[in-house]
């Protein structure tokens, strides 16, 4: 089976940094992706992590352990706009399918 | 590139009537669709896939009599809810996996808010 785990919630002030892990336990894995999603509106892009280590974009950077089935998003210098949920998602080997955790609902204060 | 297009983006319905949500990869070929339904303050819980000229994946406890998956033609898939009923409003969104590039990611479509009165 699958099982991808996040925080439900978390809070943060503006101008800070905060980090939203992600645990996971697939049957063969194939890629983590995260998405930032607003109320409403459909899941965009943020980051894919395939090989163990950090992807920096910007504020944005994402790290990813293959063996601790462990990945973590971090944002830097938080904006009032990034008060959104953050998905994890990860790509099985076999099945090919985009499963998501279950989300992350990051609130940004001034 | 890699746009994504679902329509409609809402829609309200009587109990008991259908309802289908096109979903269309604007430029480039779709080989893989994906269907999520999304209930408010939750994640998105994978519906079924489905891949071109095939009939459907469905994931365990989806009823795939109820939420009929057409997949004709490589950029174009369609999902339809039949008899709806008030527990099938929900944010159904659908994302598209191009065949032609090496990352495995899915673009999404803008989502559609089903209301069953």
């Known amino acids: 089976g699958q099982n991808i785990d996040q925080p439900t919630e978390m809070t943060a002030t503006e101008g800070a940094i905060v980090q939203i892990n992600c645990t996971y336990q697939?049957?063969?894995?194939?890629?983590l992706f995260w998405y930032q999603q607003h109320a409403g509106e459909a899941p965009t892009f943020l980051s894919y992590n395939v090989l163990d280590g950090l992807e920096e974009k910007g504020r944005f950077s994402s790290f990813l352990s293959r063996s601790k089935g462990y990945s973590y998003l971090l944002l830097k210098e938080l904006q009032m706009k990034d008060s959104a949920s953050y998905l994890c998602a990860v790509v099985g080997r076999i099945t090919d399918k985009l499963i998501f955790g279950t989300g992350t609902r990051l609130q940004v204060f001034p | 590139g890699a746009v994504v297009s679902q329509h409609p983006s809402w829609v309200i319905c009587k109990s008991g009537t259908s309802v289908k949500i096109e979903c269309r990869s604007l430029?480039?070929?779709?080989?893989?669709m994906f269907w999520y339904r999304q209930f408010p303050k939750q994640s998105l819980m994978l519906m079924a896939t489905?891949?071109?000229?095939?009939?459907?994946?469905?994931e365990q406890g989806v009823e795939k009599d109820k939420f009929l998956i057409n997949h004709a033609s490589l950029t174009l898939s369609t999902l339809t809810v039949t008899s709806a009923h008030p527990e099938d409003s929900s944010f159904y969104i659908c994302s598209a996996r191009d065949g032609g590039r090496d990352l495995p990611e899915a673009f999404f479509g803008q989502g559609t808010r089903l209301t069953v009165v």
């Open positions: 489905s891949n071109e000229g095939s009939k459907a994946t469905y």
């Open positions: 430029d480039f070929q779709a080989t893989t």
């Open positions: 697939t049957s063969g894995f194939n890629g």
